[in-house]
């Protein structure tokens, strides 16, 4: 299968890139096994230092990597340059206290010395979208990296650029070569390296169903995973809430990157007192949303990425609509060129349509009444995902009550839900399991070893 990169806004074909062969890919796991066993036994000190040469390759690259970013998966020129400093951040992050995250710790026990030790696994398997092309796999790489593991890199189909790009700057940066490599594979190449017994973890990010398929190849092979899938997050609006700064949070929270973000907010539970007045703000404000080129300063908003994502998001906004729901701005699929959608409000949704059912992949929100507290956790939960969830309130002992029962790996309270290097970030139900960042994301690929000495 050929991998293309196709330009969203022009629907230009730029280039094609021929799949990986089964006898490149071998030869890959084997450099990859080779790169492993150099890399971790150097020092810890050193890949620090080469982390933060990557973040300094990084930011140096900002501009000419948002422009790739731009014509190959339609991000705005500015969201791109913010994505390509949050991606040195986190190198920078784990470069100063990822030895503070594995290093060796001592526990009591009825031994002389006893303690935890992190070591590396070895080669990883990093299959990637394309919505965020360079942080999705930074966050990931960072600390896997520093931790001493190898990694062979599966970039989604539609940004074979964006992967050739990550090879590069991570040589440049001075890690050894082999140390990640780009391969271009199909689904069925992707389940035989999952079997391949050098490799010995994986990490997706991606849809639900990609990531049933590599749990059921992974489980089989008793393979380490993380799996951070979909997401259908609340944005739940109390009666006490600052309704400016939730509808200026919100509509930026569900418009970035054209609303193409699995932690983007997508239902909005708004308490009924509120909720003709929140209605009217919000669709207002996302009216004023302006979708065009991606290189264009004046755009608010690129495309969407492909053209079939552009016309499922179209299609379930129509079988929302056909089952009722009110269309306060938006909804229609607009002429011309490029796979663009307007940012669009809808009301009134049957709880059984695709706007409540289903995740949304792109600038489309839902608005849900709601007239008590425990209503609103009921919406809030009646969903298979459980990724994030923004709750608004000026009482912050009720928030840290009603957070208690929202199933989700993430609750920003007053805040957009977003991912930090500092706290660690995955999901819950359908959206996952397994954590990136932080701590808890650094040992998620090392071998937790029991040390006991007498």
């Not at 017994?197 to 991606?206: E, K």
């Not at 949070?249 to 970035?256: H, K, Q």
């Not at 909804?331 to 289903?358: I, Q």
Request: glycine content about 8%; proline content about 5%.
């Amino acid at each position: 299968m050929d991998y293309r990169t196709l330009n969203p806004a022009t629907e230009e074909l730029l280039q094609t890139y021929p799949g990986t062969k089964d006898s490149e890919a071998h030869s890959c796991v084997e450099q990859s096994i080779e790169a492993f066993r150099s890399c971790r036994k150097t020092e810890y000190r050193q890949r620090a230092t080469l982390l933060q040469n990557l973040a300094d390759h990084l930011e140096s690259q900002s501009e000419t990597l948002a422009e790739l970013m731009a014509l190959e998966m339609g991000k705005i020129r500015a969201e791109g340059i913010a994505e390509i400093a949050k991606c040195a951040w986190c190198c920078r992050h784990f470069a100063r206290t990822g030895e503070e995250y594995i290093k060796d710790d001592p526990r009591g026990s009825d031994g002389s010395v006893s303690f935890a030790r992190y070591e590396p696994l070895g080669p990883l398997l990093a299959i990637m979208p394309w919505n965020f092309p360079f942080w999705q796999f930074f966050r990931f790489a960072a600390p896997a990296l520093l931790a001493g593991n190898s990694i062979l890199l599966k970039h989604a189909p539609s940004t074979p650029r964006c992967a050739i790009a990550i090879e590069k700057i991570v040589r440049d940066a001075g890690f050894p070569g082999h140390l990640v490599q780009s391969l271009f594979l199909t689904n069925e190449q992707v389940a035989t390296l999952i079997g391949n017994p050098h490799l010995r973890g994986v990490t997706l990010t991606g849809s639900t169903n990609a990531g049933r398929a590599v749990a059921e190849s992974a489980g089989r092979h008793l393979k380490t995973m993380v799996l951070e899938l979909g997401g259908s997050d609340p944005f739940i609006v109390l009666e006490d809430a600052d309704l400016s700064e939730a509808i200026q949070v919100g509509v930026t929270s569900r418009c970035l990157n054209a609303g193409q973000s699995c932690i983007a907010a997508k239902r909005f539970l708004v308490h009924q007192s509120k909720l003709a007045e929140f209605s009217e703000r919000f669709a207002e404000v996302m009216k004023k949303r302006v979708a065009g080129d991606p290189l264009d300063p004046r755009s608010d908003m690129g495309p969407l990425a492909r053209e079939d994502l552009r016309d499922q998001l179209a299609d379930q906004v129509a079988a929302t609509v056909t089952r009722g729901a009110t269309v306060l701005c938006g909804g229609k699929k607009p002429e011309g060129t490029g796979f663009y959608y307007p940012a669009t409000v809808l009301l009134n949704a049957d709880p059984g349509s695709p706007a409540l059912s289903e995740e949304l992949f792109g600038p489309v929100a839902v608005i849900v009444p709601f007239t008590n507290d425990r209503e609103a956790i009921q919406l809030a939960n009646a969903t298979e995902y459980g990724l994030g969830a923004s709750l608004w309130t000026q009482d912050l002992q009720r928030a840290n009550h009603l957070l208690e029962d929202l199933e989700t790996g993430n609750v920003f309270v007053n805040g957009m839900v977003k991912s930090d290097p500092r706290l660690p970030f995955g999901g819950a139900k359908a959206s996952g399991f397994g954590r990136e960042l932080s701590r808890e994301g650094m040992r998620e690929f090392v071998n937790i070893k029991t040390v006991w000495i007498k």
